[in-house]
């Protein structure tokens, strides 16, 4: 027997002493030895301790004193067996240890999703996921130490660049790109947000995201169904890398449903505040399912709203305003005073006619420039504003006073060139006051604030017709895009999307004249986000094409992060038979990087115990060095790759990071 399995032995015997505190049906509650021993428990310490085994192994004399390593102690509970470097010790926890601490106690991680970005494995439908043994979380990402993030975030080679404009439906190649430039980008997005720092940082205007809702309920081909605190990592990774690229007066939004609503909002205030200033502006509140129309009966109730969190770059960041155009609908009051006033009093230092309601006659006409409006004195009026502020302290306290309805004249108010302002007292069993303007010369247009709720429910019922993608859900109608890039962009201004998906927001980008980069890792890129596209600088006249007047035209570049081990991945993910895999693997021990820690010699003798082909999959994707998944930049001018790249995707490389 082992040195391990009797330590394990010799410790299940004495947690068998505390009753059910660390056992629970014959198995040790490992999260609960762990728990006590941080907590340097005495009794469980004394216990352990007394063991001679125990003791000879995990004691050591310093200075004359005796040292519990609790540390090594801890670590051997975590893995099966207590081997320094095995493969068996990487396995249950991939990347260990950084600086003698285990990952996950560290906080100089990320967690990447280097297999398919937070998409179903090798090609699988949601079916296959829900009865797939191998379908776990730890397979679809990992958690890395900070020494490797360096380089897995490195700048990468760009290579296949094409360029799509009018002159060539099936696009050009391209060896350069310019700022006037869109661009789309083929690769893990965390990997490739980083690719686009040197180039486009404090340049993008709108960063607009719609990541994986993590509802498992999601029909386009991304898996969302993550742990919370898998998911939360995954958002809080591309956030942080994601604020870099934002302008000073740039704005970030992400739309997302109830489920985990409260969570990313917590999560996103937490990673984006600094000394007590916080960037989150407001939440918008969108309708996109009709209140009366229940999909399903099961539900406990109907899921009819989504939320768009937005923040802000610049913490003094002004929130823009509802540009309304002034128009005469509301002016449909005359004001007849048919006598001198009633009385002369001094109010608010002004000399202010007053008139009992039997000499006033107000009418209602029909619109015209030369009326009146009327605005009832309540809410936000009260103060904000200069003649709800003068009612209040001037007029509201004559109410006992004077007759409902007393009209009071008060020059030297308002920009309508009148010279005065009408105010008149509620009407009895009312506590509202009002006052009549006239149009403000001053500006053909108004200010509001933007409401925090949206109807799109309309838009949303729609959305299937847009591009040429259809699916039965998650897909955004171009219209809600439209009112983001309407309400934070102007012309000309660059927006980024890195869940790129069926290019909706790329599309839309286009028809308003605003520039765009998307991000997309999936497949169909090529069938679907890029076609959509190039159908849009044909001028079809789908979603907002109407709305804007779009008539076509535009262009976009496309490149692809350069793969290597990404290459081997998405071979192993493709195998349907361990004969195919292992050929593939063959390959990679030839010619792929394998992760620096596997032991390859044990590595082989444990792999021939895995007999399902998920089982083998999983494990050979384990042992590809995730920070090799695509060529760095930095080794572009390297002979051995060198060879590897055209001279068109050399040059167009060069052109993108050296600009």
Known sequence: MSVEAKVIERIRSILEKFDNKYMLNGRIKKSKVIEDLDRYDHNLMEALLSDKLIYDSYTEKLANVEVFKVN????????????????????????????????????????????????????????????????????????????????????????????????????????SISDDDNLVIKGNNLIALHSLKKRYAGKVKLIFLDP?????????????????????????????????LLSDDGVLLMQISFHEYPYLRTLVDTILSEDGHDRHIFDMNVLVRHPERALTADKPFNDVMEYTLIYSKNYNYEMPKQIIEKTIDKYIYTVDTKSEPDEIRELGGKEVEIYLPKNVKIQK??????????????????????????????????????????????PGIGDDKLGFRYFELPKKGLKNGAYYQG??????????????????????????????????????????????????????????????????????????????IGIEQMDYINTIAVPRLQKVIEGEQGGISKDVNWQGGGSFVYAELMEKNQGYLKDIQRSESIQEMMEVYNRMKENADIDFRLD????????????????????????????????????????????????????????????
Do not use: C
């Open 365 to 410: 006409v029909e619109a015209d420039k030369s009326n009146l409006h009327r605005e009832t004195v309540r809410g936000s009026i009260r103060e904000k504003n200069s003649s709800g502020r003068y009612y209040v302290a001037n007029i509201e306290p004559l109410i006992d006073e004077y007759p409902p309805l007393t009209l009071f004249k008060v």
């Open 439 to 516: 149009m403000p010369q001053s500006s053909k247009v108004t200010k509001k604030p933007y409401p925090n709720f949206m109807d799109f429910v309309k838009e949303y019922n729609a959305a299937n017709k847009e591009g040429i993608y259809s699916f039965r859900n998650g897909k955004k109608p171009e219209a809600i895009i439209k009112k983001y890039i309407d309400i934070f962009t102007d012309e000309e201004d660059l927006v980024l999307d890195f869940f790129m998906g069926s290019a909706t927001t790329q599309a839309v980008a286009m028809k308003m004249r605003r520039h765009f």
């Open 600 to 659: 390859l010699e044990k590595f082989e003798g444990e792999l021939n115990n895995f007999n399902s082909l998920g089982d083998r999959r999983k494990e050979l994707i384990r042992i590809l060095d995730k920070n090799q998944l695509y060529y760095n930049y930095g080794n572009i001018d390297d002979e051995n790759v060198r060879d590897l790249i055209s001279d068109n995707d050399y040059k167009f490389s060069k052109s993108f990071y050296n600009s």
């Open 212 to 244: 994986p809702y993590n509802t498992g309920a999601d029909s386009f081909e991304y898996n969302d169904q993550f742990s919370r605190s898998a998911w939360l990592t995954f958002i809080k990774n591309r956030v942080e890398v994601a604020m870099e």
């Open 72 to 175: 090594q102690f801890i670590e051997m509970l975590e893995f099966k067996k207590y081997w320094e470097d095995s493969y068996t010790k990487y396995s249950n926890k991939i990347g260990l240890t950084a600086g003698g601490k285990f990952i996950d106690e560290s906080t100089d991680v990320v967690l990447d999703f280097p297999f398919k970005d937070t998409i179903l494995k090798a090609g699988m439908n949601k079916e296959d996921l829900e009865n797939s043994n191998d379908a776990d979380e730890p397979f679809l990402n990992e958690v890395i130490a900070k020494p490797e993030i360096d380089e897995l975030f490195e700048p990468k080679i760009l290579v296949n660049a094409r360029r799509y404009d009018n002159s060539d439906r099936g696009g050009y190649e391209t060896s």
